[in-house]
């Protein structure tokens, strides 16, 4: 089946850096989404791309959808302390089928 | 997210023994599904449910089962729980046919341990 490949596996960071991750498909994908999953809770969605080369920013945080559809890139400025957690990212090739990275693990140090 | 629910939250049980984990919903979604969560694979989709009474088999279905006869409610169950479904299990629902297009919501997930 299809898979994604996160990178960083985890990462520790000083709070005030910016932060990359990104995530790599050997299939490509319709759709590219960001989720946060802070300890002991489900994943929020963060971020959703929907074309190619597309651009979106919510507050610090800025997702990519690459141009060959078979990457994205997340990326926090600023880290604070609450940006703690995991960071997933999942595609969707179509109708109700969707792959889930194996994830990031963000600390930051204050 | 208090529109759904994941119930018990932590549970330790015996090889072999039959366990059910209840998800509920006040969303009136009509998608609902079970993922679980293990170390080095990301969530992986184990059932999911289009409406009541209609389910389908996710990518690690193998040793669970599902029922939904209520639009709120989808029950997951390991008929005889085995130490490698010792996982961390999350219910999501959505409302969007194109479901991936607009994201899930999680519940908080159950801890379950099998020993």
């Known amino acids: 089946g299809q898979q994604l490949n996160q990178s960083p596996q985890s990462m520790f960071i000083q709070e005030g850096e910016d932060v990359s991750m990104n995530c790599t498909s050997s299939s490509i994908f319709n759709t590219w989404l960001w989720y946060k999953q802070d300890p002991g809770e489900g994943p929020v969605l963060l971020i959703a791309l929907y074309k190619a080369g597309e651009l979106t920013s919510n507050g610090r945080l800025t997702a990519q959808f690459g141009i060959t559809r078979k990457d994205s890139f997340l990326n926090i400025s600023a880290s604070i302390p609450s940006d703690v957690g995991i960071y997933f990212c999942?595609?969707?090739?179509?109708?109700?089928?969707?792959?889930f990275g194996t994830g990031t693990k963000l600390q930051v140090i204050p | 997210d208090a529109g759904i629910t994941q119930s018990p939250r932590h549970k330790v049980t015996e090889t072999g023994t039959p366990v059910t984990l209840r998800c509920h919903q006040t969303e009136n979604h009509r998608y609902m599904y079970w993922y679980r969560q293990d170390p080095g694979h990301g969530l992986r989709l184990i059932h999911y449910s289009y409406g009541v009474k209609d389910t389908d088999k996710g990518e690690v279905s193998d040793g669970y089962s599902v029922s939904r006869s209520k639009t709120e409610d989808f029950l997951l169950t390991l008929e005889s729980a085995t130490s490698s479904q010792t996982s961390v299990y999350f219910c999501a629902i959505t409302d969007r046919e194109v479901l991936a297009n607009y994201g899930y919501t999680f519940g908080s997930g159950t801890r379950l341990t099998v020993v």
């Open positions: 999942a595609g969707s090739g179509g109708y109700q089928k969707v792959t």
